[in-house]
């Protein structure tokens, strides 16, 4: 199946579009390889768009949702321990602001149940969740989950079913799907009149600030700022009533909707807006000049590895995250550059990396050897992972840091 080429917005669908970075093709970044089944992959155009009526940053050229959720999809959320706490503190905020026992919670995208065991056994819960190897590991802990793209009929049926939500969770998901007036009209369909729509995504502000340019992929189809989901919203006759920025993946945030009602907005929604507008995330020139700054980053990370390379010293890679797969691609590693990648998912041991085909393998492996060089792909979890490592670097292994600013440590 080919990719479809859109030339309207994904939110005003204005046609407007302005081509503002281009990273050239690649192989979806979650599908991973089995080494006996190695084959041509398919690549597909990682372009981004700024639309200049409504703000959305947005890619335009859309993988089909199934080449990119099955039944071998390789991200688990549990499979970071850093994420497990924050949805843990999640869900007691949830829980203390807006819901009392025996509450009904919805969460579309659920993946391995890594937010909704957190509600049980308080609450009832229900996870909307197509990879279906993924949502099985959610159900064997007793987390009832529905293997099925979210859409407004699926919401009527759970309506008829389970009966409406209090509160409807749905993180870094909300940007991966082409068609969002499908998901507003369902949640709407969904939820109580007095319920609550929450949503986190990774944050276009921190995407810009701390040149994150590797968590531009296929399935990330929108790169969020408040204003043009308020654009969504309101077209729902449905409105952002709070916002918060939150650090996950290197900066989130984390949007609150409702049905629309005479209740004041928090103010933080307008200081967040303002805050976007100061760092001109409405005008296209702000992104404009992304493109050159990401390739000075590529050159400087493929000469420090290909020199140390050069100089006889091993390099490896530590995580094999969604957003390694553009870095590694970007960047034309291969398994000649990092000789292996270590990865905590059991799903990815044992398999290459898609495009690249570096092999991913337990990190246990550090227990016992010591690369010269480890470059860090999953940066955002630095602090535990540098932590965590503390034997093999004492070893004298060192950290190669790629975002936000190429370092050594
Ligand atoms: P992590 C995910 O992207 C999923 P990814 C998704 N693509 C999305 O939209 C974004 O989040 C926002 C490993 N690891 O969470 C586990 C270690 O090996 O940064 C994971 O494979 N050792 C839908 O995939 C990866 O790193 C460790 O100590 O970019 C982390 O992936 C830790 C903590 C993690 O998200
Ligand atoms: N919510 C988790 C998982 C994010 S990964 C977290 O924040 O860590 C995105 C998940 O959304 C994947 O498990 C994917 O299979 C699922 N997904 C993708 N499209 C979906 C859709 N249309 N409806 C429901 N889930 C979807
Ligand atoms: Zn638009």
């Known amino acids: 199946m080919g990719h479809t080429h859109k030339d309207t917005c994904r939110i005003c669908k204005g046609s407007d579009l302005v081509r503002v970075l281009s990273l050239g093709e690649h192989p979806p970044v979650d599908n991973f390889v089995a080494p006996d089944a190695v084959g041509e992959e398919k690549r597909y155009p990682l372009d981004v768009y700024f639309c200049r009526a409504c703000s959305l940053v947005q890619l335009v050229d859309v993988v089909p949702p199934t080449e990119l959720f099955h039944n071998a999809y390789a991200y688990f959320s549990s499979a970071s321990v850093p994420l497990v706490r924050h949805f843990e503190s999640y869900a007691k905020q949830i829980k203390e602001k807006y819901l009392s026992p025996g509450d009904f919670v919805v969460d579309i995208g659920s993946n391995d149940g890594v937010l909704l065991q957190f509600f049980l056994p308080e609450h009832r819960v229900l996870g909307i969740e197509p990879s279906s190897n993924v949502a099985e590991?959610?159900?064997?802990?007793?987390?009832?989950?529905?293997?099925?793209?979210?859409?407004?009929?699926?919401?009527?049926?759970?309506?008829?079913?389970?009966?409406?939500?209090?509160?409807?969770t749905a993180n870094?998901?909300?940007?991966?799907?082409?068609d969002l007036d499908e998901i507003v009209r369902g949640v709407k369909t969904l939820l109580t009149d007095d319920g609550v729509f929450v949503s986190e995504s990774h944050y276009l502000l921190d995407l810009v600030e701390h040149m994150e340019f590797d968590t531009i992929y296929h399935e990330h189809l929108c790169y969020y700022t408040v204003k043009p989901l308020q654009h969504l919203f309101n077209r729902f006759d449905m409105e952002v009533f709070d916002v918060e920025r939150v650090a996950q993946h290197g900066?989130?945030?984390?949007?609150?909707?409702?049905?629309?009602?005479?209740e004041p907005l928090s103010p933080r929604v307008k200081e967040l807006?303002?805050?976007?507008?100061?760092?001109?995330?409405?005008?296209?020139?702000?992104?404009l000049g992304l493109e050159e700054r990401v390739k000075g980053v590529r050159e400087k990370l493929v000469s420090?590895?290909?020199?140390?390379?050069?100089?006889?010293?091993?390099v490896i890679g530590y995580g094999a995250p969604a957003k390694s797969g553009t870095l590694l691609n970007y960047c034309g590693f291969t398994a000649d550059d990092l000789s292996y990648i270590t990865d905590t998912t059991p799903h990815k041991v044992g398999k290459l990396t898609p495009g690249s085909h570096i092999p991913v393998v337990s990190p246990?492996?550090?227990?016992?050897?010591?690369?010269?060089?480890?470059?860090?792909?999953?940066?955002?979890?630095?602090?535990?992972?540098?932590?965590?490592?503390?034997?093999?670097?004492?070893?004298?292994?060192?950290?190669?840091?790629?975002?936000?600013?190429?370092?050594?440590?």
């Open 137 to 168: 590991v959610a159900r064997e802990q007793g987390i009832e989950t529905l293997i099925e793209f979210f859409d407004e009929k699926l919401a009527q049926r759970i309506v008829e079913t389970h009966g409406k939500a209090k509160v409807i």
């Open 172 to 178: 870094n998901v909300f940007a991966h799907i082409d």
């Open 251 to 262: 900066g989130s945030i984390r949007v609150f909707a409702r049905k629309r009602s005479t």
């Open 273 to 287: 807006l303002d805050l976007e507008e100061k760092n001109g995330l409405y005008t296209p020139d702000t992104f």
């Open 304 to 314: 420090m590895v290909r020199e140390l390379r050069h100089e006889g010293k091993k």
């Open 364 to 409: 246990d492996i550090l227990k016992t050897e010591t690369p010269d060089y480890i470059l860090l792909l999953s940066w955002n979890y630095r602090d535990f992972i540098l932590e965590k490592e503390k034997d093999v670097r004492a070893r004298g292994a060192k950290f190669i840091i790629p975002v936000p600013k190429v370092e050594i440590v």
